[in-house]
């Protein structure tokens, strides 16, 4: 079975991508047919598997980490689709290893949500773990997020080398308490940063209540973000503070360049190669959002920015990022699995930083649950249409001459991204 | 506080309702908040003046309490106010004998109860307001819901809780459940009711598509604190889109 698996496999991505289908089919196919073609390819890579994991930012970190290593003359396998389901990764080395089944890469880095992060590491133990952030997320999934956190414990347990942590969030930060063999490093925000960062716990604290319980006393971290600018941003490592430009936007995903950085840092260190600060440094300020996450395409002459939102701290921190003035804003609301059927976390993101301007289009098989959660925030509503493609095609024709951004969902993201590819330059993810 | 209230707040205000939140900082697990929110807004849309405040745990108890709200957690979250909770069993029971309207989710519908067993046979006392008992499971019960109820009609909300619940003969169900579990995976009932007291595992948040719950809830306060209610006329178009575009979604 072993000797067709590959070739199968790399047929079915084939057929299934001339059908213009999804990336987890052929990867589905070989983990049927041949469950230990991941472990086995993975484990030849000589400087191993790093796991990307938490609530918020895998995608745009992943795209990190693999644009520093690639910096440093590392060549990386990914699972660049944003497939983050273990077929998923089974799918994108489908793509890239030869028809023998060989996978020609130092080290491996990849995206996994938390769930499958778990089934992949108890099958293939990584090197090294990012452990990001627990926030409230598609708990229709996961029930609570405490659970979450456990699952997160069981990836840091399985790794074999190093662990980097969030030291920001304590649900991450305590994980390193239950470590025993592993090397753990943190990064970290300073304090003039800390209130930018809402999270679910002081959600509803009351002013000046007790903070929930952090650590008692901060470890050192391996890069802290010190400052963030209009394009730029400072980071503290090995002693000293160092400025880059950015081309990400969005404090959070300005943070996740720290846990890109120390990730980077680390593996680098682990003797993959011999870390180049300036050549690293000029990587991150390159690194382009990826797909949907604060992603800028152009619409009659002007900016059209997709910020994905998922959970109540991504909405949240979506709309702090990304003020509202000046621009026609829509709004893209999906309950489909991917998304979460539970609409409750729209109750958890206040939106009064959209009361000045209003919001032009609801859409999505929720903008009606959208329309009510506004209007007892009130904010002005122009036009809700459930159907994607008419919502956009007003809010494009209406909006002329404003430069406009969509919130939405991750398969609202899907259904718009395919119908701008109809009028505008869509980079093509497959 | 807004400028909703502060429009509204034009024609002299028909009298104040205060909301008390219980254990908003421990249990707000599903958009518990929004239940809150729209019993402040429709306050006001009624004509009236909300002044909704938090009980946390350690808090002094408020006075004059018209209406309760209060959510669902995590367990830890349920572990956190255990003691705090028994400490204002009494106050709570008082409130409750006396036809105070209460809206407990979830986690906090649990601990009205008598109490809570979990999987491994933990007993955790319920202040025993409401006759209901729980007990853990290792099923989850997650999806949409539909209840088909006498008082409020299509009652429309989304469950998840693994604890199930069975009535006893102090209650009554809130509903039946044409969509979705409900209470608990045999008897097809979701939530209770005991005298001004709406018990249920629905979020969603459950208040703004079924305004019919909210405005009891005001009614029951306004009546009691004032002797009658004069609504006023919240426009709830965007609710009743909401309604049946949520109706239609798959479990």
């Given at each position: 079975m072993v000797f067709f698996s590959v070739p199968l496999g790399k047929l079915v991505r084939r057929v299934s991508r001339l059908r213009g289908g999804g990336s987890a089919l052929p990867g589905l196919v070989v983990e049927k047919i041949d469950p230990g073609f991941m472990r086995r390819t993975l484990s030849t890579l000589p400087h191993g598997v790093a796991v990307v994991s938490g609530t918020n930012g895998k995608t745009t970190t992943t795209k990190m980490v693999v644009e520093l290593l690639e910096s440093q003359g590392l060549k990386v396998f990914t699972n660049r689709t944003?497939?983050?389901?273990?077929?998923?990764?089974?799918?994108?080395?489908?793509?890239?290893?030869?028809?023998?089944?060989?996978?020609?890469?130092?080290?491996?880095?990849?995206?996994?949500?938390?769930?499958?992060?778990?089934?992949?590491?108890?099958?293939?133990?990584?090197?090294?773990?990012?452990?990001?952030?627990?926030?409230?997320?598609?708990?229709?999934?996961?029930?609570?997020?405490?659970?979450?956190?456990?699952?997160?414990?069981?990836?840091?347990?399985?790794?074999?080398?190093?662990?980097?942590?969030?030291?920001?969030?304590?649900?991450?930060?305590?994980?390193?308490?239950?470590?025993t063999g592993q090397e753990v490093k943190y990064f970290g925000l300073d304090e003039s940063l800390l209130g930018t960062f809402p999270n679910d716990d002081d959600m509803r604290a009351a002013p000046g209540s007790p903070a929930p319980a952090g650590l008692p006393q901060k470890p050192q971290a391996d890069v802290v973000l010190l400052k963030v600018g209009a394009d730029s941003a400072e980071f503290a490592y090995d002693g000293g503070t160092f400025t880059t430009a950015m081309k990400l936007r969005g404090v959070y995903n300005i943070f996740n360049a720290a846990a890109a950085l120390t990730l980077a840092r680390s593996i680098c260190g682990g003797g993959a190669a011999t870390a180049n600060h300036a050549t690293l440094l000029e990587a991150l300020s390159r690194v382009a959002p990826a797909f949907g996450r604060g992603e800028s395409l152009t619409v009659d002459g002007l900016p059209l920015d997709l910020v994905l939102v998922k959970n109540p701290s991504g909405f949240r921190l979506g709309l702090k990022s990304f003020p509202a003035g000046g621009y026609a804003t829509m709004i893209a609301i999906n309950d489909n699995y991917a998304d979460g059927r539970d609409m409750s976390w729209l109750w958890d993101v206040e939106f009064d930083s959209l009361r000045a301007e209003g919001v032009d289009q609801l859409t999505g098989s929720r903008a009606y649950d959208m329309a009510l959660r506004l209007q007892y925030d009130d904010v002005r509503i122009g036009a809700v249409q459930p159907e994607i493609a008419p919502a956009l095609a007003a809010f494009i024709r209406e909006g002329r001459g404003k430069p406009k951004r969509i919130f939405c969902t991750y398969t609202a993201m899907l259904a718009i991204r395919r119908e701008l590819a109809k009028i505008t330059t869509v980079e093509v993810v497959s | 506080m807004n400028p909703a209230e502060a429009s509204t707040a034009a024609a002299p205000s028909k009298g104040t309702l205060r909301v008390v939140q219980l254990y908003p900082r421990d249990m707000n697990i599903y958009g518990d908040w929004g239940n809150a929110l729209v019993l402040q807004r429709r306050i006001a849309w009624h004509g009236y003046t909300p002044d909704v405040l938090e009980y946390n745990v350690g808090d002094p108890f408020p006075d004059n309490v018209d209406i309760i709200v209060g959510g669902g957690g995590q367990d830890s979250g349920q572990l956190a106010i255990q003691d705090d909770l028994q400490a204002r069993a009494g106050e709570l029971r008082e409130l409750a004998e006396e036809g105070a309207p209460m809206l407990v989710i979830c986690g906090l519908y649990q601990l009205f109860g008598r109490f809570f067993k979990t999987r491994t046979g933990a007993v955790i006392p319920g202040i025993g307001i409401l006759d209901v008992e729980t007990h853990g499971t290792d099923e989850r019960l997650i999806g949409n819901v539909k209840v088909s109820t006498s008082e409020f009609g299509e009652v429309l909300g989304y469950e998840n809780?693994?604890?199930?619940?069975?009535?006893?003969?102090?209650?009554?169900?809130?509903?039946?459940?044409?969509?979705?579990?409900?209470?608990?995976?045999?008897?097809?009932?979701?939530?209770?009711?005991?005298?001004?007291?709406?018990?249920?595992?629905?979020?969603?948040?459950?208040?703004?598509?079924?305004?019919?719950?909210?405005?009891?809830?005001?009614?029951?306060?306004?009546?009691?604190?004032?002797?009658?209610?004069?609504?006023?006329?919240?426009?709830?178009?965007y609710a009743v889109l909401a309604r049946e575009h949520a109706a239609r979604r798959p479990r």
């Open positions: 944003g497939s983050n389901f273990t077929r998923g990764v089974a799918a994108a080395l489908l793509g890239e290893v030869d028809w023998r089944g060989r996978l020609d890469a130092d080290v491996a880095v990849l995206e996994l949500d938390e769930a499958h992060a778990v089934h992949f590491v108890n099958s293939v133990p990584p090197r090294y773990c990012l452990l990001l952030n627990v926030l409230r997320d598609q708990l229709d999934r996961f029930g609570e997020i405490d659970k979450t956190a456990q699952l997160l414990q069981h990836i840091a347990a399985k790794t074999t080398g190093t662990v980097v942590l969030n030291r920001e969030d304590p649900r991450v930060a305590r994980i390193a308490d239950t470590l | 809780h693994s604890g199930q619940t069975t009535l006893g003969s102090g209650v009554r169900p809130l509903g039946t459940v044409p969509k979705g579990t409900g209470n608990n995976s045999t008897d097809g009932h979701e939530g209770a009711r005991y005298r001004n007291i709406v018990a249920s595992y629905l979020h969603g948040s459950l208040l703004p598509k079924n305004p019919a719950i909210a405005d009891f809830l005001i009614r029951t306060a306004a009546e009691r604190k004032f002797g009658s209610f004069s609504p006023g006329t919240p426009d709830d178009a």
